[in-house]
C-alpha cells in the first residue's frame, strides 16, 4: 500500500494522525482527501502545521485550519511506531453470558 501511495512509512504515519485518530483531536479544515495532499506536498506532519499557521495567518478574514491546542502529535506519531501491547498469554479472558 505504501508503494502504492508512494509514501513512506513515517509519511503514511503522518498522514494518519492527520485524517484523525483515536490519539488526538480532529485539525478543523482537513478531511482525508486534503490530508493526503497535504502529507505528499509537505511531506511531514511538521511541515505541514507550519503551511497551516503561514495560510492562517495570510487569511485575515477567516482562519482556514483549526489545531486544537493539545495536538500532540510527537506523542501520537509515538504510539502509532511503538504501540503498548500485552503479551496474549497473560490475557484472561472470563464470558459471562
Known sequence: MLKELALSEDEFVDLCILCGCDYLGK?????????????????????????FEETNAA???????????????VQARELFKNPEVDDPETIK???KG
Open 59 to 73: 487569511n485575515t478574514k477567516k482562519i482556514k485550519y483549526t489545531v486544537p491546542k493539545s495536538y500532540d502529535f
Open 27 to 51: 485539525v478543523e479544515g482537513v478531511g482525508p482527501v486534503n490530508a493526503f495532499k497535504l502529507i505528499t506536498e509537505h511531506r511531514t506532519l511538521e511541515k505541514v502545521l507550519k503551511y
Open 93 to 95: 479472558v472470563i464470558w
